[in-house]
């Protein structure tokens, strides 16, 4: 019997089945019940309609540390018919893909509204089958299709022996409906029990007393909040003193645009959808210059349209945060799935040379706390401060401690940023040559504090000219900062284990918590690996990375794209030779993926593993398209 | 500073050190002089004003005046001048820039400002070419000439008047640098207009177009006649097609139509006004 | 393939092994059947003809179609179309976008290529959201709402048609999915048309605007009389000030105005072509 | 008596004074008379008018190898009068400035229309100072003020014994005016006399026979042509069957711009003014698309506005070929001044990662081999190829063989662009797998070879798919070509010399000159190095580099940028260790500079040496303005 440590699948159509509304449910349920998940809406295409989707739900009375590999204990299938489309059936993609992927002794539990479908195979391996006409039920016997998905929870709940007497599912409804919802409560609370029927009658038709799976409530230790990387980076945001975020829409960075369409205006702030990818960016550079803490968030091809700005925000000293939710590219490439590509992007992008910073959050948390330095650190050096995240992390979903938001919340403090007591005395010059390289702002409206600023190159006052020192005055001063930076404020990579005379592994980004498992996998086997990740990843920690990469027997650099960014990065500022695991497919980095290229690299002596399974995944080849 | 009058402050030039670099004779003399004129007598504190300068010659002009001053990319100031004035209402924010500036490449902000109309006023120096990149042609480029037949490469102009008005604005006017009484009343007018307000003014290159010089300019120009009543839409259109029966090209307001716009003050910027922010719409949502 | 009859080339599927993805009785479907009424119409070669798609749920529709399909980035097709124009004229060149595509990021280009007035088709398929980004205001949403007051970040809709003209497109006309058989008379006509034709179809997104729905646009839409002129530029304004009066959307083209332009042939490409080069006029400049 | 080599340096007020066409006759009748030539518009300032400009102009019985440093024989100073639009006076500028720099037994000449300047400091240097009101003989005397620069001309044909009996000179007015100028050339020829009289009365004054320069004609092998960076880059691109160009004015582009449309047409192409930076590199995409040999030219702003079209020529494999004449950034930066800053962006901007060929020339002469060595590597490899060049380069003009360039012509041949007749089978595939990661091209309107293209990722026939195993195998491909090139087409750096245990000192782009005859001073100084100049940037050809560096000393980088941009390549793909000599203060390299920064290298043991000099040149700031 397997208590409290469960993993899902939930497949359907896209839109229609509302996949999401499942693992939704049955999350904030599992939360309320003192345990832990991890969610994501992983599978889904970008087109709005029809593709196939599928979304883990991890399940574990501890924090599960990540999503694992790709099998599950649980697969549930929601297609009930044909898509009145196409000739060709979509109704058996979920059993059809994932079906292999079920753990012997798992479980798979699918709407037979249509039909019943050949499941010996997995029967075979001791896969417990449980066909639910959940469409049927709802529209013929409770004249309401909406509730198909509660039967099908319904039946869940019964499979994992859970919230039997339907407590956390009542409360869930009623705060969904509240009070004036009596009567669709009373629906879907059928509805549930409907699914459980069934459930039962195929368990004691085959004298199963029970399916080898079961959650158990325990003690909850205060409010949890089941969050993403996005909602957790706009919390972040709010409480850093943003009050300016603009965005074109692009998945997956819209989402932030929402919650600050949604929450800005209770803090006094704004939220400004632009009408193109650079009226955003100048919008937000607009209104730094004003004073306000500004961000812009986007994705692959929205970051490259911004490049010139880049340079504005450089040059004119205009504080930025910049958030590039990472999904595949090149171009529009694979616009719902992952990757890690725009590292050299955000560390080389623009003609000319600019003082920048790149943070990278490798987990929900890190969303949050990154964010918050990423604002004052744009504030304190004046210049773009690039926020990577990728898919995986913006739509990964997990449960945290509201308190834990509250205690890492600090007061804002705006770093030099000039007022009228501050510019009493005559002169004020915008580009003042410090010894630090950075020179105190004012905004306009406060007197004194007049500014010229140009992104052409100009001296102290703001002037252009081209007089040759004046320009490498300038040119130098402005570079100065990332020494400070340097000096101040940059983090060395997190260490995990001691990197004396073994491989070191090393991430960035989201692939931080497969990393770990893989160490502890490698470990377990055997194998010492010493566990790297970079948030700090430009300007580069020389000083601090090189020392420590010099202790180990191997440079491993783990990352989702195709040439290795990282390691580019770290050949050309270390001097040390770098070995690569890399995945550039589509899908997040597995476990089994750096366990495996681990060996690989150290027994087979390859430099470069390239991970991803050669056969095809689908058995419908599906048109997803650009967006 | 504070204390000074007005007077003095937009009188003397920012960059008295500097010298004006633009051709003797260059229309944005006047634009500038018109301009200080205006700023005076609307008496605004150079430190309340934000200027954003397109990139051309005529950008420059934010460097001959005082007040703040943003110069970014080509085409963008307007984007610019929206977020500053969306996150200060209280500045007043105009956008100073040529026709190549805010037509050719600053279209994918133009277009969007007059729907959006925000309390900004933007000046176009008009000149029916890039000055700054010695001459070649601009998307006004053509005015008053006869064409035979056009190529994908040699298009017509495009009319900034009917393109502002057709986009939303609330408030097209249009001056002429040659007239430099007519262009500050214009500009002050602009100013205290509620909304965003578009001026093309025609400021002519004396180097690289020789067309439509001050000369063809004063034959062409011709104030728009008293009793006109910009407010209505319709007539500020058959306005526009009489002007071009008659070859003419009109001086002053041809539209204004003030919106109904939801006030908004200044955001929050500094650490007191950042202080206290109570987190609970934000939880509640994934709880 | 070249000896097929057209009839067929364009009914079947381009891809019949894929999947339509696009939700069941979105607007796009009727847009593509009236498609493929008109190109079997106009008995055009799938080879001849290159389909230039927008990025959003509609320019999907470019590998629904048979023909050459080319598709880069967002707000880019008016740009590729009209280079692909310039370089084989031959060619039969249609951009196929939505309205968020065409007027909110590829606004850059919409003004610009009317101007140019290439012989190039665009079909925007309009319906007011931003469908593929799931449901984001687009700026043609608004259209039938009535609005109290306007802020910054929420600005009221752009109108394709007058801004189509505005901007001097020669072809301008609206259509309707919901009305097949009129939208693929417009597409032929479009087609035909020697110059740029904006054709704004009203394709309802039956996911994110429930507003604007089939029976909205079914209560508003109306055909233009018959005898209608449209080759008055200002009685087409008229005719549009007439509609939105009575909260009508005209159906048919609106404006026609055939611009004199000079005809050039296919660019070389083949090493023939390209084979004999004369370099004098470039040498003398240099001696 | 310095005969056959000489340097000049003519200064005025930009636009006002002409300074252009003296350098322009004067070079145009040295060529013609046998003797070669390097000119440039060197010191405009980025506004129309009003800011000081210089031009150098270099003459030698040999073709002179660089600019050298900053130091004159002649200074022409052409400014008369106070500016009208300020109280400050423009027209001491040029000896004010650049008069230091004249060399002791040199010479200055100026207007003196206004006034006399006291010029004590340099006679005192053995420099001959000549007043010539030229101006005042020009409106007074010969009423047409347009005449005043010939009067300068013939003051200088004078001081350089040159032309005497104005053979050449006449035959340049007959060229310029023709037949019915014949009024308007005697005007000309009257006005250099009187130029050349004031010359004589001075000499005769001083009891000066000579002047101490001279300049004698010799045999002329064929026709000469003068031309700049941009004119070769032009003339290589007709050449090579580029017949659909577009750009967005920019300063240093623009010039190519203007080639194009002048001339294009005469070969059946077309040149489009892009009312945006956009508009233009999508069109030249359409028009490759449509199966042109096409082309787009901008400089640094231009060039980041562009990026996300780089993904779509990538990943739709539609060959361009994106000519960048770098000025200096970062942002508008200075327009007018050089700079080698764009290297790292052309081989990193953009999301994700594209195939992609980075090339740069080095001189003139490259300027038009590479251009036609680009458009068949845009064409075989069906990516972007980047074509560095520098305002340096660009504006710099030099004499060269009219036979050179047609003798370095060859045919034009389509590589892999597909006919009817290829195309007779059914089931074209544009984006076939094949071993070398090409896949055939068709062009629309060749029946039985319509595509499906998408920047969206794809499989074989173009239809858009996120199955991992099609992504990858299609990723591979694209990225296989680059392997390709790295076996059949990439060059290796020039090599000057031995590397054997000497210092390798390396440059690539317009340093090229600098570096060899700073190479030819060390060796004079008994110092040895070995040069290396790469024109072949990306793909970094290792393996080619790598073992040559490893034979050097040291490995010495001169780059006209902040950071040093190619050896972070260096660093990054060879491992070695990079030192570096750096300009960036809107100059280019003087000879000087690197002789200078290399011996600190060397013996005080920095790493970075970075070089202008700290004093301000200028004794009046003018504001350059952005463009
Ligand atoms: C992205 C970019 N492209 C091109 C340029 C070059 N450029 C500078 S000013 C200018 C046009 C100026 O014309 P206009 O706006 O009419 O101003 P004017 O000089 O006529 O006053 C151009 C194309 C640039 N600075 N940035
Ligand atoms: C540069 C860039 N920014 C944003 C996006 C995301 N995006 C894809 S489609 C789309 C808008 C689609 O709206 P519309 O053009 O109206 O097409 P529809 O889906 O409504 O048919 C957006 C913003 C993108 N692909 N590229
Ligand atoms: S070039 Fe034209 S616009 Fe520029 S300063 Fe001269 S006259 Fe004015
Ligand atoms: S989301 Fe809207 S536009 Fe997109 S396919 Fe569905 S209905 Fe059509
Ligand atoms: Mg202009
Ligand atoms: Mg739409």
Redesign the interface.
């Given at each position: 019997m397997n208590v409290n440590n469960v993993k899902l699948f939930v497949g359907g159509v896209q839109?229609r089945d509302g996949v999401t509304t499942v693992t939704d449910i049955l999350g904030k349920m599992v939360v309320r019940a003192g345990l832990h998940v991890l969610a994501m809406e992983r599978g889904y295409?970008?087109?709005?309609?029809?593709?196939h989707q599928y979304d883990p739900l991890v399940i574990g009375e501890t924090p599960p540390l990540s999503y694992g590999d790709d099998q599950s204990d649980i697969l549930v299938a929601l297609e009930y018919d044909t898509?009145?489309?196409?000739p060709?059936q979509?109704n058996r993609d979920t059993i059809l893909r994932h079906g292999k992927n079920v753990v012997n002794g798992g479980i798979v539990l699918y709407d037979s509204t249509t039909t019943t479908v050949d499941t010996a195979d997995l029967e075979a391996r001791g896969i417990k089958v449980f066909p639910l006409p959940a469409r049927q039920i709802a529209q013929r016997e409770l004249k309401r299709e909406v509730v198909k998905n509660t039967v099908v929870t319904g039946a869940l709940l019964r499979l994992l022996a859970f919230d039997m007497d339907y407590a956390l599912f009542s409360a869930y409804l009623e705060g969904r409906f509240g009070r004036k919802g009596r009567e669709i409560i009373d629906l879907n609370l059928e509805a549930a029990r409907r699914g459980r029927k069934i459930i039962e009658e195929i368990m004691t038709a085959n004298g199963w007393s029970d399916c080898g799976y079961k959650l158990e409530a325990r003690p909850i230790d205060g409010?949890?909040?089941?969050?993403n990387g996005n909602?957790a980076l706009?919390?972040g945001a709010?409480?850093a003193?943003c009050?300016?975020y603009?965005g074109?829409?692009?998945?997956p960075a819209?989402a932030i645009l929402e919650f600050m369409?949604r929450?800005l205006p209770?803090?006094?702030?704004?939220?400004?959808?632009g009408?193109?990818?650079?009226?955003s960016i100048?919008?937000?550079?607009?209104?730094?210059?004003?004073?306000?803490?500004?961000a812009i968030g986007s994705?692959?091809?929205g970051?490259?349209?911004k490049?010139?700005?880049f340079?504005?925000s450089?040059?004119?000293e205009t504080p930025l945060v910049i958030i590039?939710t990472?999904r595949?590219?090149?171009?529009?490439?694979?616009?719902?799935?992952p990757?890690q590509?725009?590292l050299?992007?955000s560390?080389?992008?623009?003609?000319?040379?600019?003082p920048r910073i790149v943070l990278a959050a490798g987990t929900v948390e890190e969303c949050y706390l990154l964010a918050i330095e990423a604002f004052d650190l744009a504030d304190k050096y004046q210049c773009p401060v690039f926020f990577l995240t990728d898919l995986t992390l913006a739509d990964g979903r997990k449960d945290l401690p509201?308190a834990w938001?509250?205690k890492n919340?600090r007061?804002?403090?705006?770093h030099g940023?000039l007022?009228e007591a501050d510019l009493r005395h005559?002169g004020y010059r915008r580009y003042h040559v410090t010894e630090s390289g950075i020179s105190p702002r004012s905004?306009?409206?406060?007197?004194?504090?007049?500014?010229?600023?140009?992104?052409?190159?100009h001296?102290e006052a703001?002037?252009?000219?081209?007089?040759?020192?004046?320009?490498?005055a300038m040119?130098e001063k402005r570079?100065r900062k990332m020494q400070t930076y340097l000096k101040e404020d940059v983090k060395p990579p997190e260490v995990f284990g001691s990197p004396d005379g073994v491989p070191i592994v090393i991430g960035w980004g989201s692939t931080k918590l497969p990393l770990l498992d893989a160490q502890a996998r490698l470990r377990a086997e055997g194998q010492d690996i010493c566990a790297l990740h970079f948030t700090h990843l430009w300007p580069f920690p020389v000083h601090l990375v090189r020392p420590l990469l010099q202790r180990g027997s191997h440079v491993i650099v783990v990352e989702m794209?195709?040439?290795g960014q990282l390691a580019?990065?770290i050949?050309?500022?270390c001097?040390?030779?770098t070995r690569r695991i890399l995945k550039?497919?589509?899908?997040p980095f597995y476990t089994s993926d750096i366990v495996g290229g681990v060996r690989q690299l150290l027994y087979n002596g390859n430099h470069v593993v390239?991970v991803?399974?050669?056969?095809?995944?689908?058995v419908?080849?599906?048109?997803?398209?650009?967006? | 500073m504070a204390t000074q009058a007005p007077i003095k402050l937009w009188e003397q030039n920012a960059t008295p050190k500097h010298r004006i670099q633009w051709c003797p004779g260059c229309g944005d003399f006047g634009v500038l002089n018109s301009l200080k004129a205006a700023l005076t007598r609307l008496e605004l504190m150079p430190h309340d004003v934000l200027l954003v300068g397109g990139i051309g010659c005529s950008g420059q002009i934010r460097n001959y005046l005082n007040g703040n001053a943003f110069h970014g990319t080509h085409g963008g100031a307007l984007a610019y001048a929206l977020g500053a004035k969306m996150a200060n209402p209280d500045l007043t924010v105009m956008a100073l820039a040529g026709d190549g500036d805010t037509l050719a490449i600053g279209i994918e902000n133009f277009v969007h400002i007059c729907r959006r109309d925000p309390d900004v006023s933007l000046i176009i120096m008009n000149n029916g070419v890039y000055g700054l990149t010695k001459g070649q042609n601009s998307p006004t480029h053509g005015l008053g000439m006869t064409h035979e037949e056009f190529t994908e490469e040699d298009p017509p102009f495009v009319d900034p008047l009917r393109l502002a008005i057709t986009c939303g604005a609330s408030y097209v006017a249009q001056s002429f640098s040659g007239d430099p009484k007519h262009s500050t009343e214009i500009y002050i007018d602009a100013v205290k207009h509620p909304g965003f307000a578009v001026v093309n003014d025609f400021s002519p290159c004396v180097t690289y177009n020789k067309f439509n010089s001050y000369e063809w300019y004063k034959e062409h120009v011709e104030h728009v006649p008293n009793g006109y009543d910009p407010t209505d839409k319709s007539a500020a259109w058959q306005l526009l097609d009489d002007f071009d029966k008659r070859g003419k090209l009109p001086l002053g307001t041809v539209y204004r139509a003030v919106r109904r716009r939801k006030a908004h003050s200044r955001l929050p910027i500094w650490d007191e006004e950042l202080a206290s922010v109570d987190p609970t719409p934000m939880f509640q949502l994934y709880r």
């Amino acid at each position: 019997m397997n208590v409290n440590n469960v993993k899902l699948f939930v497949g359907g159509v896209q839109l229609r089945d509302g996949v999401t509304t499942v693992t939704d449910i049955l999350g904030k349920m599992v939360v309320r019940a003192g345990l832990h998940v991890l969610a994501m809406e992983r599978g889904y295409a970008s087109t709005i309609y029809g593709a196939h989707q599928y979304d883990p739900l991890v399940i574990g009375e501890t924090p599960p540390l990540s999503y694992g590999d790709d099998q599950s204990d649980i697969l549930v299938a929601l297609e009930y018919d044909t898509n009145p489309d196409s000739p060709i059936q979509p109704n058996r993609d979920t059993i059809l893909r994932h079906g292999k992927n079920v753990v012997n002794g798992g479980i798979v539990l699918y709407d037979s509204t249509t039909t019943t479908v050949d499941t010996a195979d997995l029967e075979a391996r001791g896969i417990k089958v449980f066909p639910l006409p959940a469409r049927q039920i709802a529209q013929r016997e409770l004249k309401r299709e909406v509730v198909k998905n509660t039967v099908v929870t319904g039946a869940l709940l019964r499979l994992l022996a859970f919230d039997m007497d339907y407590a956390l599912f009542s409360a869930y409804l009623e705060g969904r409906f509240g009070r004036k919802g009596r009567e669709i409560i009373d629906l879907n609370l059928e509805a549930a029990r409907r699914g459980r029927k069934i459930i039962e009658e195929i368990m004691t038709a085959n004298g199963w007393s029970d399916c080898g799976y079961k959650l158990e409530a325990r003690p909850i230790d205060g409010q949890r909040l089941l969050v993403n990387g996005n909602d957790a980076l706009g919390m972040g945001a709010v409480f850093a003193g943003c009050r300016f975020y603009a965005g074109y829409p692009i998945t997956p960075a819209s989402a932030i645009l929402e919650f600050m369409e949604r929450h800005l205006p209770h803090y006094g702030g704004r939220a400004l959808q632009g009408q193109n990818e650079r009226e955003s960016i100048r919008a937000a550079l607009g209104a730094s210059l004003a004073g306000v803490r500004s961000a812009i968030g986007s994705s692959g091809p929205g970051i490259s349209l911004k490049v010139e700005e880049f340079g504005v925000s450089g040059v004119t000293e205009t504080p930025l945060v910049i958030i590039d939710t990472q999904r595949a590219g090149p171009s529009t490439g694979m616009p719902t799935k992952p990757e890690q590509g725009d590292l050299l992007m955000s560390v080389f992008s623009g003609h000319g040379e600019i003082p920048r910073i790149v943070l990278a959050a490798g987990t929900v948390e890190e969303c949050y706390l990154l964010a918050i330095e990423a604002f004052d650190l744009a504030d304190k050096y004046q210049c773009p401060v690039f926020f990577l995240t990728d898919l995986t992390l913006a739509d990964g979903r997990k449960d945290l401690p509201e308190a834990w938001f509250t205690k890492n919340r600090r007061p804002v403090v705006r770093h030099g940023l000039l007022r009228e007591a501050d510019l009493r005395h005559d002169g004020y010059r915008r580009y003042h040559v410090t010894e630090s390289g950075i020179s105190p702002r004012s905004v306009p409206g406060v007197p004194g504090g007049i500014f010229k600023v140009s992104g052409s190159e100009h001296d102290e006052a703001g002037m252009i000219t081209t007089d040759p020192p004046k320009r490498m005055a300038m040119f130098e001063k402005r570079q100065r900062k990332m020494q400070t930076y340097l000096k101040e404020d940059v983090k060395p990579p997190e260490v995990f284990g001691s990197p004396d005379g073994v491989p070191i592994v090393i991430g960035w980004g989201s692939t931080k918590l497969p990393l770990l498992d893989a160490q502890a996998r490698l470990r377990a086997e055997g194998q010492d690996i010493c566990a790297l990740h970079f948030t700090h990843l430009w300007p580069f920690p020389v000083h601090l990375v090189r020392p420590l990469l010099q202790r180990g027997s191997h440079v491993i650099v783990v990352e989702m794209n195709y040439s290795g960014q990282l390691a580019a990065l770290i050949q050309q500022e270390c001097l040390i030779e770098t070995r690569r695991i890399l995945k550039y497919n589509g899908r997040p980095f597995y476990t089994s993926d750096i366990v495996g290229g681990v060996r690989q690299l150290l027994y087979n002596g390859n430099h470069v593993v390239r991970v991803g399974d050669k056969a095809p995944e689908m058995v419908l080849e599906t048109v997803p398209e650009g967006d | 500073m504070a204390t000074q009058a007005p007077i003095k402050l937009w009188e003397q030039n920012a960059t008295p050190k500097h010298r004006i670099q633009w051709c003797p004779g260059c229309g944005d003399f006047g634009v500038l002089n018109s301009l200080k004129a205006a700023l005076t007598r609307l008496e605004l504190m150079p430190h309340d004003v934000l200027l954003v300068g397109g990139i051309g010659c005529s950008g420059q002009i934010r460097n001959y005046l005082n007040g703040n001053a943003f110069h970014g990319t080509h085409g963008g100031a307007l984007a610019y001048a929206l977020g500053a004035k969306m996150a200060n209402p209280d500045l007043t924010v105009m956008a100073l820039a040529g026709d190549g500036d805010t037509l050719a490449i600053g279209i994918e902000n133009f277009v969007h400002i007059c729907r959006r109309d925000p309390d900004v006023s933007l000046i176009i120096m008009n000149n029916g070419v890039y000055g700054l990149t010695k001459g070649q042609n601009s998307p006004t480029h053509g005015l008053g000439m006869t064409h035979e037949e056009f190529t994908e490469e040699d298009p017509p102009f495009v009319d900034p008047l009917r393109l502002a008005i057709t986009c939303g604005a609330s408030y097209v006017a249009q001056s002429f640098s040659g007239d430099p009484k007519h262009s500050t009343e214009i500009y002050i007018d602009a100013v205290k207009h509620p909304g965003f307000a578009v001026v093309n003014d025609f400021s002519p290159c004396v180097t690289y177009n020789k067309f439509n010089s001050y000369e063809w300019y004063k034959e062409h120009v011709e104030h728009v006649p008293n009793g006109y009543d910009p407010t209505d839409k319709s007539a500020a259109w058959q306005l526009l097609d009489d002007f071009d029966k008659r070859g003419k090209l009109p001086l002053g307001t041809v539209y204004r139509a003030v919106r109904r716009r939801k006030a908004h003050s200044r955001l929050p910027i500094w650490d007191e006004e950042l202080a206290s922010v109570d987190p609970t719409p934000m939880f509640q949502l994934y709880r």
